[in-house]
């Protein structure tokens, strides 16, 4: 039997405890965040019509069972965009209630955090637990808009729960690449065709990024002259079959077309748009990932005369792919560079990870590792206040809603506008336009004719 000492005790149960920590303060920001904008809109199905820059698109009554979520994910195909799991995940969440929502999303953000840990490690060992914290600190600094990513629902069924799939869909190759004689049986690399498809439509600029690691991943074969095995060959056809089906559905173009673009060129926009990708990753800090990895790269090369391996820069190249995709966007969101922050946060990290600390440093991990949270401490308060004061926002919103729609008010007026809120936090706001699409989602919602935010 194993015997442990007080210290070694003590920093086992720091390495448990403060992921244990970081997954309860998770679940309590995600229960107290409110549904906001899209997160009504999916609360119905979507319809076939003229796309209008005033309401989106058309809705043909609430979705109340799976039929309901197929049909409308089947008519967003043809008017909003070719995305199949989030739209029918935020469908699903939107029939129950929402602490469904915030119980499984605090459980997949468990997962993601651990798949982040295997693409670090190429396995799941005693690191993991302190892999879990850092990067959960990571991801709380440098994602550009954590609360859009993490907590709203909308944006975690389009980019944390797709980010997760994309992550697991690589962990076949992951293992691939640490040992050569990895193979997976054959109804398996069939089934594996199958999630491809499903992990290829998912995001466009995740899945550039994920194309781009699958080229990487060729090249590293055919200059070692390995054989690609059966499920190599079908999960690469497939993610790029599911890319490309992605990439031209019909409503892509729709969409487009209910866009206001500047009268220009699309090369100069691609020029600006580029631009604005540059001032992003510098304003959101995301530049010092990557910067961070190469000054670890250098004291490597020179203070312990090691190579980091190639890995490190393709999953770190495969972040600026994901970036400066976006300039062919008619848009910049920011909730897209969530899969950049990923990126870069495993190319850091596996660089660190070939560091040779002293064992003197190694005593002080534990206090190392508290020390880091301190920020994030202080951060997490102003989090709390914020998605708190939003969800009592909507609270006096919804009874003032109920109370006017009550004494036979139905184009409903309230107090408008809330006050600006860290990244962290959702600012679930609504328009002073009772035409806005965001307006008229919120009215079907409450079933009233029209809500619109006046001035206090």
């Known amino acids: 039997m194993v015997k442990y000492s007080t210290l070694q005790k003590t920093e086992w149960i720091i390495y448990c405890l403060l992921p244990i920590m970081a997954c309860i303060a998770f679940f309590y920001l995600n229960h107290y965040t409110t549904l906001a904008y899209d997160d009504f809109r999916y609360k119905h199905i979507v319809g076939i019509g003229v796309y209008d820059l005033e309401s989106e698109f058309p809705t043909v009554g609430e979705v109340k069972n799976p039929k309901d979520i197929a049909l409308s994910v089947h008519n967003a195909y043809f008017e909003s965009g070719g995305r199949i799991l989030a739209p029918a995940l935020a469908h699903l969440f939107m029939m129950t209630d929402k602490t469904v929502f915030d119980i499984f999303n605090t459980l997949i953000y468990i997962v993601f955090v651990l798949l982040i840990s295997f693409h670090i490690t190429g396995s799941f060992r005693k690191d993991t637990l302190v892999l879990f914290l850092i990067l959960s600190l990571l991801l709380w600094f440098f994602v550009p808009v954590w609360g859009q990513d993490f907590l709203w629902l909308s944006g975690s069924c389009n980019y944390l729960w797709p980010t997760t799939l994309l992550l697991f869909f690589l962990v076949p190759f992951r293992k691939k ?8 049986p054959i109804v398996l690399s069939v089934l594996f065709f199958l999630l ?6 998912c995001n466009e600029n995740s899945g550039m990024a994920i194309l781009f690691l699958l080229f990487c991943y060729a090249i590293r074969k055919f200059k070692k002259r390995e054989p690609f095995t059966l499920f190599e060959i079908l999960g690469s056809a497939g993610f790029l079959a599911g890319y490309v ?9 729709v969409r487009i077309s209910g866009v206001i673009l500047p009268p220009e060129p699309f090369w100069i926009r691609t020029y600006h748009q580029l631009g604005n990708i540059n001032n992003l990753l510098h304003e959101e800090k995301l530049l010092y990932l990557p910067v961070a990895s190469l000054i670890v790269a250098i004291f490597l ?26 300039a062919a966007s008619p848009s910049l969101a920011k909730r897209t560079f969530l899969i950049v922050a990923v990126l870069f946060s495993i190319s850091l990290m596996q660089s660190i990870m070939y560091i040779e600390f002293s064992q003197l440093v190694r005593q002080f991990k534990p206090l190392f590792l508290i020390l880091l949270c301190l920020p994030a401490i202080f951060s997490y308060h102003k989090a709390i206040q914020d998605v708190w004061r939003v969800h009592q926002i909507w609270q ?12 036979g008010i139905t184009d409903i007026t309230l107090k408008w ?13 609504i328009s002073w336009n009772p035409k ?5 989602y919120v009215a079907h919602y409450y079933k009233i004719a029209s809500i619109r ?3 206090e």
């Open 177 to 184: 690449t640490d040992n050569s004689a990895y193979r997976m």
């Open 196 to 201: 491809s498809l499903l992990s290829g439509s």
């Open 245 to 253: 089906f992605l990439l031209t559905a019909p409503g892509n173009a």
């Open 301 to 326: 090369k020179f203070a312990q005369q090691k190579k980091l391996p190639a890995s490190v820069w393709s999953y770190m190249v495969a972040g600026f792919v994901a970036a400066y995709v976006m």
């Open 396 to 407: 006096q919103r919804t009874q003032s809603i109920l109370e006017q729609k009550a004494a």
């Open 417 to 429: 506008p809330m006050p600006e809120m860290d990244k962290h936090a959702v600012r679930a706001e």
């Open 436 to 440: 806005d699409w965001c307006n008229i």
């Open 453 to 455: 935010g006046v001035e």
